[in-house]
């Protein structure tokens, strides 16, 4: 609401409209305003999702993820952020805007309103940084318990969220280390879409896609022969890159 006073106005006058503009204010329903975080990471053959057994009543000691009320001084991705360091200790990991939730009764003790982010994290880099005091656990995706409230359709947006951007771009490599191997690669995106995919196709799209730079470094944990290393040569944000048809589905 855009309020202009005219200058002519007396104090007075001034006085009257600002507790007319009060009053107008103060009729009105007051809201929590939330923000929940959808924590995904990959460890080289499973994705995964990080949920919490919630602290607080009601339904303590439930799953839930990880979420907090934005405070008084902070913007909604400020708050995300807080969270996401309170839970891994780190900074600058991928985050994005999912949704809002508003249903009315979706918090039974307050009318809560919740903004929802994902966040894509590898998991063997940040292993160690999981905070205990909040008896985090990664689960793979399918096997995640019940989640509290409505952060079951929250995880299942975002996975929808994920499949539609990744499929424009090489979103997913926010959960990869800086090198990888190109069946860790695939097996990621078969993770992510639950589909198996054509390992032929996909090597020969990938390849000529120019996104990667091969490296002299095998991974020899799976076999004497190892597979090379890899790295995303491009920009994430400038590549030209559509991924859809590398999930040419295995026979």
Not at 13 to 19: A, G, I, Y
Not at 77 to 105: C, M, N, P, W
Not at 149 to 158: N, T
Not at 165 to 171: G, L, V
């Amino acid at each position: 609401m855009n309020v202009v006073l005219n200058k002519s106005c007396t104090f007075t006058d001034q006085q009257q409209l600002s507790e007319e503009f009060m009053t107008g204010y103060a009729d009105q329903c007051h809201l929590l305003v939330a923000v929940d975080c959808i924590i995904f990471g990959y460890d080289g053959e499973k994705l995964k999702l990080l949920v919490i057994k919630r602290a607080i009543e009601p339904v303590k000691d439930r799953w839930s993820l990880m979420g907090g009320f934005v405070r008084q001084d902070e913007g909604l991705e400020d708050a995300a952020k807080r969270i996401l360091f309170e839970l891994t200790g780190l900074h600058d990991i991928y985050l994005e805007q999912l949704a809002t939730y508003g249903v009315s009764d979706r918090d039974p003790i307050e009318r809560t309103i919740s903004v929802a982010y994902f966040a894509l994290i590898d998991i063997n880099k940040y292993r160690q940084q999981i905070n205990d005091k909040f008896h985090a656990e990664w689960y793979n995706l399918k096997d995640v318990p019940q989640l509290i409230f409505d952060h079951d359709q929250m995880v299942r947006d975002a996975i929808s969220k994920l499949r539609y951007r990744a499929a424009i771009e090489p979103i997913l490599f926010e959960l990869l280390p800086k090198k990888f191997t190109i069946p860790q690669l695939q097996v990621l995106y078969e993770e992510v879409y639950d589909t198996r995919v054509d390992n032929r196709n996909f090597v020969r799209k990938i390849t000529a896609s120019g996104l990667l730079i091969k490296q002299d470094q095998k991974d020899k944990s799976g076999s004497k022969k190892g597979a090379f290393y890899f790295k995303l040569g491009k920009p994430r944000h400038t590549a030209q890159f559509q991924f859809i048809n590398l999930l040419s589905k295995a026979h």
